[in-house]
Structure formats: C-alpha cells, structure tokens
C-alpha cells in the first residue's frame, strides 16, 4: 500500500514491511517494531545505544508510544461508557446463577418424629455466622470453615474466621465480642458442638480518604 | 484499589477486599459475588467486546462467565487473584464464541488481508484517536485481535498468552508485532 499522496516529513514514519522483515530492519536500524516494543516495555533499560542513538528508531518508539497512549484512552472510554450503563445486566446475571452451588455438607436437627429428617445446610451456617459479622460495625467477616464431622450429631465442630477490622478498632476486644455473637447465634440456630471459633485476622482496613482532601459532588 | 462505581449505597462490602469478597463468595454470599461483578463487570465487558470484535454478544458471554464463576469459585485458592481469575474465564469464553463462529474455520491458521482503511481520510480527521484505534482493531485478523487483547487489556504475559491461545510463543510473538506494526501504521493516517 503506497501513500504517496502525502508528502515525505521527518515525522513520518513507514519504515517497516507487514511481510518483510528485512526491510523493516533496514528501516530501523536493524532493529524491529518487536524488539523497539519489548524495550519500552522493559522501560528502555539497560539502555541499548544503537536504539537510542537512531533517529529513525527514536521516530518509530515515538509511534508505539503514542500508540500506548492512545490504547489507554481507548480503555478509558470504554470503561467509562461501560460503567455509565444501567444496572440490569447485574440483576441478569445475579437472577441466573444457582443459589445452589454452595450448599455444602448437611447437618443433621434432631426432631421428636423418628420418621423426619431435618438438616440445615453448611451453606446456611456459613450465611448465619456472616450475618453475625455484618451486624458489628468496623468488622467484615471473611471466609467461615467448619472444621469436623458435621454430619454425625454431637461430634465437635472448630470454626474458623477469616476478618478485616478496621484500623483503630481493639483487636483482641473485636474478636472476643464477635466469638461471643457467633457462638449464640450457633447455639441458637444449630446443635453443633462447637469445641472453638478460631478468628485470624487477615487485613486491616485503612480508610482510603482518612488524610485525603474530600472529594468533589 | 479500583474505584467503586458511581451512586451505589455505600456497604461495608464495598470497601472489602477481592480477597475477602472472593471468599465470601466462595462461601455462597450473593452480595459478596454483586460487589465482585460491580467492580470487574465493566472491564470484562470491554474485554470480551474487544475480543470480539462487536458487542452483539457481549451480554451473553459476560453472563456466562460470572455463572461460570459463581459455580468454580471454590476452586479458586487464592481469593486476591479473583480479578485473572476472572478475566481468564471471559477471556475463553469469548475465544469459545469465537470458535462457534466459525465452526468450519481453524481461526488459528486465519491470516486475514491487512485491513484497509475503508473512511476516506476526510472522515478520519473528524474521526476521534480512539475512535479510530477501535475501528482499526476491529478489523484486526481475529487472531492478531485476541493476542493484542489479552496483551493490552488482559495485561498477560507472552506466555500466559501462549498457553491460552494454544499457540507457541514464537507465534505469539509474530501475532502481536503484526497487530502492532497494522495499528501504527494505521495510526499514520490519524493525524
């Protein structure tokens, strides 16, 4: 493909071939658009003198760069367009998935009929110990595991939290009073044997804007 | 930490991490998974358009992937990795759409024309830079399309690009400096 209808600058920059590695190399300084791209990406260290020195490379880096920049403004907008979008698209895909899945390992109830069976599943014991959590302020419950044989009445049962406390919060008061909360709530809800509720706490949560100047709107 | 999007109520949730938001997920917690598909939804739409080249099928094909997550979260083991995790999940789902495409051609041996310019120069400098980059990419070879996809957007390395695509890393390579010598080349009728 020829452009000769514009004339020659020294701006401009075609001096490579889609199908001809030697005269891109030619073009460049026995370079390629390849190499030129992996040294930027490698923040043009350690510097390479026959790029750096190479007016036609310089030319071309020019390019990718500007091409880079371009890309980022194309994902941008994009996202910026996407995010403006409404809301259904989250419902379509929350309304479609099984609430299923995560069911997990049935726990036995007792009941006074010897013919019924009554069972809570792991999901839902997962589900009360979270909603434990998120009733206390300052503290987001993680991932819930409940260690032993569920299924077989009367056996002991560790648990296991995972939380984020917020940066201020007493920590040992914190997981003392949410023990405490998880383990009525299993008392009440459940028959399990609760022989200890580990909680590791895995993060702190630092409020992001704390120093920072308030925002706009 | 990404941004949360525009007049959402504020949660707890919203500030928590994509490890804890993953592993409550995990877990079963809906709102947890809500949080996960609001921050990353966006990207993965833009992603899988890309890739795709139109966003006719961009509905379906991030739907599919979050149903795919919900139901293999657990078998994610490191809950702060959620984010590739789930761009890997959209990134096959829409090479799979791909490949129904066009059933009775092996997009891996595709080499299309380069593509031409079809606006006359007139139009391309009314035309936006980024608008043009996204006509140019949509013209892209599919193959060429998919690597600069998973290169630019994705943010994968060669080899994570190689094993995705089924490809070797050579070929990678050639795909991805194609896709780039076509769009600064392109890019030269832009000014």
Redesign the interface.
């Known amino acids: 493909?020829t452009?000769s209808e514009h004339p020659p600058t020294g701006e401009?920059?075609?001096a490579?071939d889609?199908n001809d590695t030697d005269r891109?190399q030619a073009g460049l300084h026995g370079h390629?658009?390849?190499e030129l791209?992996d040294y930027l990406d490698r923040g043009r260290t350690p510097a390479d003198p026959s790029i750096d020195d190479s007016p036609e490379c310089e030319i071309?880096l020019r390019?990718?760069e500007?091409?880079r920049r371009?890309?980022l403004?194309?994902?941008d907008?994009?996202?910026s367009r996407?995010?403006?979008?409404d809301d259904s698209?989250?419902s379509?895909?929350?309304d479609?998935?099984?609430?299923e899945?995560?069911?997990?390992r049935e726990i036995p109830l007792a009941h006074p009929s010897p013919t019924a069976r009554l069972v809570v599943t792991e999901?839902a014991v997962?589900?009360i110990l979270?909603e434990t959590g998120?009733r206390m302020a300052n503290i987001?419950?993680?991932?819930?595991v409940l260690v032993g044989d569920v299924e077989v009445p009367g056996m002991p049962v560790t648990v296991q939290v995972?939380v984020?406390i917020f940066q201020g919060e007493n920590i040992p008061m914190m997981a003392d009073r949410l023990r405490q909360l998880m383990f009525a709530a299993l008392q009440q809800y459940t028959e399990l044997v609760v022989a200890a509720i580990d909680i590791t706490v895995?993060?702190l949560?630092v409020e992001?804007d704390a120093a920072a100047a308030p925002k706009g709107e | 930490m990404p941004t949360t999007a525009r007049e959402q109520i504020t949660s707890p949730l919203d500030m928590a991490s994509d490890q804890t938001l993953a592993d409550r997920a995990a877990d079963g917690d809906l709102r947890a998974f809500e949080v996960l598909v609001r921050r990353y939804g966006a990207l993965m739409r833009v992603y899988a358009t890309r890739v795709l080249g139109s966003n006719d099928e961009t509905d379906d094909v991030v739907q599919e992937s979050f149903i795919t997550a919900w139901q293999q979260l657990r078998t994610l083991e490191d809950g702060s990795a959620v984010k590739s995790w789930l761009m890997r999940i959209v990134s096959r789902k829409s090479i799979d759409r791909l490949r129904a495409r066009r059933p009775h051609i092996n997009i891996d041996d595709m080499d299309a024309p380069a593509p031409e310019s079809h606006a006359p120069h007139v139009l391309a400098e009314v035309e936006s830079q980024t608008e043009a980059l996204s006509r140019v990419l949509a013209a892209l070879p599919e193959d060429q399309r998919r690597c600069w996809t998973l290169r630019e957007l994705a943010e994968y390395s060669y080899g994570d690009i190689a094993a995705e695509v089924d490809l070797p890393v050579s070929t990678v390579r050639g795909l991805l400096a194609r896709a780039r010598k076509t769009l600064l080349r392109e890019m030269e009728e832009w000014r």
């Open positions: 493909m452009r401009r920059f075609v490579f889609l891109e390629t658009i390849e791209s071309a390019s990718l500007r091409l371009v890309q403004n194309l994902l907008s994009d996202l996407e995010s403006a979008r698209w989250v379509s895909i929350l479609n998935i099984s609430r899945a995560h069911r997990g999901g997962r589900g979270r998120d987001i419950v993680g991932r819930c995972d984020t895995r993060d949560y992001p």
